[in-house]
C-alpha cells in the first residue's frame, strides 16, 4: 500500500511540474524575453495584422512580388483547407521531376534567362516567406511594367530590403517586400 501511495504521489507531482509549472514558467520567458516572436513575429499596417515575417503568403498579382512555389498553397485556398485541414510540407520532386522542369522551362521563357532554384522548388515547409534576391530581381522587368516605376527603382528597393545569407543566397521577405512597394507605388 505504501508503494502505490508513493507511485501516486510522483504521478501527480511529475503532472504538476511538467503539465502546469515547466509550461507556465516557459510562456512567461517567451512572453517577456521574445514578446514579438512568441506572438507569431506579425506584420502589423493601419493597426491591422497583414501577416507573418515567418509565415510565406501566396501572391498571385502581377504587380507583386511573387513567394516560393508552395504545395499547400500556404494554407490560403478553401477547398484545399476543407479537404486537408491546415498542413505544410512540400512534393519533394527530385531535380528530373517533369513538373520542376515544366515550372523552369515556363519561367526561362517568360523571364528570357536562367530561373532561380527556388523559384521552381518548394521549401521543406512549403510555407517559406523568403526568395533570394536573385528570385526577386528576376521578377523586376514584370513589376516595373505594372507599376510603371523604372527597373532601377525596384532593384534599389530589393537591396534594401535584402537579408544575407549564412549558408545560402541573400534573401529578402516577400510580404515586408510587397508592402514597401506600395508604399513606393503610394497604395
Known amino acids: 500500500m505504501k508503494a502505490i501511495r508513493s507511485s501516486i504521489g510522483l504521478v501527480v507531482m511529475t503532472m504538476i511540474l511538467c503539465g502546469i509549472i515547466f509550461p507556465l514558467a516557459v510562456t512567461a520567458i517567451g512572453q517577456t524575453v521574445f514578446h514579438e516572436q512568441a506572438n507569431g513575429s506579425l506584420v502589423t499596417q493601419k493597426d491591422q495584422v497583414v501577416g507573418s515575417k515567418l509565415i510565406g503568403q ?23 483547407l476543407k479537404e486537408n485541414g491546415v498542413a505544410s510540407g512540400s512534393h519533394n520532386y527530385s531535380n528530373g521531376h517533369p513538373e520542376l522542369k515544366k515550372r523552369a522551362a515556363d519561367l526561362k521563357q517568360h523571364n528570357g534567362h536562367p530561373t532561380p532554384i527556388d523559384a521552381v522548388t518548394e521549401s521543406g515547409s512549403g510555407l517559406d ?5 536573385g528570385n526577386a530581381k528576376q521578377q523586376v522587368a514584370r513589376i516595373a511594367q505594372q507599376r510603371n516605376l523604372s527597373s ?13 545569407g549564412t ?4 534573401y529578402v521577405n516577400v510580404l515586408e517586400l510587397n508592402l514597401a512597394l506600395d508604399q513606393m507605388s503610394g497604395r
Not at 501566396?58 to 484545399?80: C, I, L
Not at 516567406?129 to 534576391?133: L, N, S
Request: charged share 20%; net charge negative.
Open 58 to 80: 501566396q501572391w498571385d498579382e502581377p504587380q507583386y512580388f511573387h513567394g516560393r512555389v508552395s504545395a499547400v498553397k500556404y494554407n490560403m485556398d478553401p477547398t484545399m
Open 129 to 133: 516567406p523568403d526568395i533570394t534576391v
Open 152 to 164: 532601377e527603382q525596384l532593384n534599389q528597393l530589393i537591396s534594401k530590403q535584402a537579408h544575407q
Open 167 to 170: 549558408m545560402y543566397d541573400d
